[in-house]
Structures are given as structure tokens and as C-alpha cells.
């Protein structure tokens, strides 16, 4: 069974506009992280936040944690067609040994 | 540096045939892993080796095998293959020993076809 799951599943919006990404998880993480994968291609790491963080950024990305609600949101700001990609949400075990993933939202950014 | 790198890059296969699926990194990384990915789905961890000598089962282990033949190489094999085994396959690893939580390093898949 799969830990995360994203919301939407699929998502279509213009260039420059923002995408926002959900994910919700079950049970207790030490961390949560967010994965890129263009079609055809393999994962590529976006962002890891920890269960002790609420926010954090990097370039045009914006994530933030509710570990109350366990949830997760991605905000990708100013997007460009070259975001066009599925995007992953992947949360630890409590042992830190694997990581679980939900099934991704397919992002399409239309220029 | 190569990162991760998988070989091969297609395989279609005959039921019941057997084959090995390589993976390698050069990163000096302790935990590799193998994953699959059905169409439109995220990936489902097969198994993993949190350091070199261990392996361990994931989610969907069952009809493969592996061996962590050294710090570098991580193959996966399918003894007798099954349609439903037909899927994209990833390699992964992190720096960390048993760190799943870390940062993991993709490889760019090999897609297997059983007929």
C-alpha cells in the first residue's frame, strides 16, 4: 500500500502561473520528500523536509509540512513548460530504512 | 561521475525465461535499492541493501531476487518470468547506511516487456 498520495492526479495550467501540490500520508515520518520525474526518465530529488520543519524553499519551489494533518503541499511558482513532469511525494518508515511513494501528480505546464 | 547507472536500457522476455537486470553507482553509496513502476503509479520498493553484505525484502518481493555484489553493484534477477513482472525497473541509492530517508539517486530504468 502506498503511504503518500498526491492530489491532484493530474494538473494543467498556462506558463507563469503556480502549481500546487497535495500529499497526504498515514502514519508518523521523520521526513517527507519531493521527487521530479520527466517522461521516460528516472527520479530526480527535489526537496527534503524534516518532521520538525514546517517550510522550506529552494528556487521556485515551496514546500510546506503539517505534521498534524499529515500532509505535504509542493508550490511551484512562476512555471515554465520545462516543469512539465510528474511530480512524487516519498515518506520514510520510522526506522529511516526505505522510502514509500505515492503515486504522483502529472504536472502539465502549457506554454 | 556516472551516477547510477543500468543496464540494459529495454528487455522484452518469454514467460517463464530468467534474466538479470545490473545496476551500478559510483558515489561511494552505502544503501542501494530496486523499485518498480507500473503505468501510472508511483514506485513500489522490491528490495534493498542498506549497506554492502545485507539485503533486505520491500513492499513486492515476491518472484525476484538479488545480490549486492560489492559497495558498487546491485542486480536484480527474475528466475522465471511473469507477465504481471512487466513494468519500468529503477535503481536507486543513498549515501547513508540503512538511510531510506536520505536522498535517493535514480537511475534512468530499464523497461521490461514479458510476453
Known amino acids: 500500500s502506498q503511504q503518500g498520495e498526491e492530489d491532484p492526479q493530474a494538473l494543467s495550467i498556462q506558463e507563469g502561473e503556480n502549481a500546487t501540490m497535495n500529499c497526504s500520508y498515514k502514519?508518523?515520518?521523520?521526513?517527507l520528500q519531493w521527487y521530479r520525474q520527466n517522461s521516460g526518465r528516472g527520479l530526480v530529488h527535489l526537496i527534503l523536509i524534516r518532521s520538525n520543519e514546517r517550510e522550506k524553499h529552494s528556487g521556485r519551489l515551496r514546500v510546506t509540512l503539517d505534521t498534524s494533518k499529515k500532509s505535504s503541499s509542493l508550490l511551484i511558482t512562476a512555471s515554465r513548460a520545462a516543469d512539465t513532469a510528474s511530480y512524487f511525494c516519498a515518506t520514510d518508515d520510522r526506522a529511516g530504512n526505505m522510502l514509500t511513494f505515492g503515486g504522483g501528480t502529472r504536472l502539465m505546464v502549457k506554454p | 561521475n556516472a551516477g547510477v547507472t543500468q543496464t540494459p536500457k529495454f528487455q522484452v522476455l518469454k514467460t517463464g525465461q530468467s534474466m538479470t537486470l545490473q545496476c551500478a553507482q559510483d558515489m561511494n553509496h552505502n544503501s542501494m535499492y530496486w523499485y518498480r513502476q507500473d503505468p501510472g503509479m508511483g514506485l513500489r520498493l522490491i528490495y534493498y541493501s542498506a549497506s554492502e553484505g545485507t539485503t533486505d525484502k520491500g513492499e513486492v518481493p515476491n518472484g525476484y531476487n538479488v545480490s549486492r555484489l560489492n559497495k558498487r553493484e546491485f542486480s536484480l534477477r527474475l528466475e522465471s518470468a511473469a507477465p504481471s513482472q512487466t513494468s519500468v525497473y529503477f535503481c536507486?541509492?543513498?549515501?547513508?547506511?540503512?538511510?531510506?530517508?536520505?536522498?535517493?539517486?535514480f537511475g534512468p530504468g530499464t523497461r521490461l516487456t514479458v510476453l
Open positions: 502514519t508518523s515520518i521523520n521526513n
Open positions: 536507486a541509492s543513498s549515501e547513508g547506511v540503512g538511510q531510506g530517508s536520505d536522498e535517493q539517486f
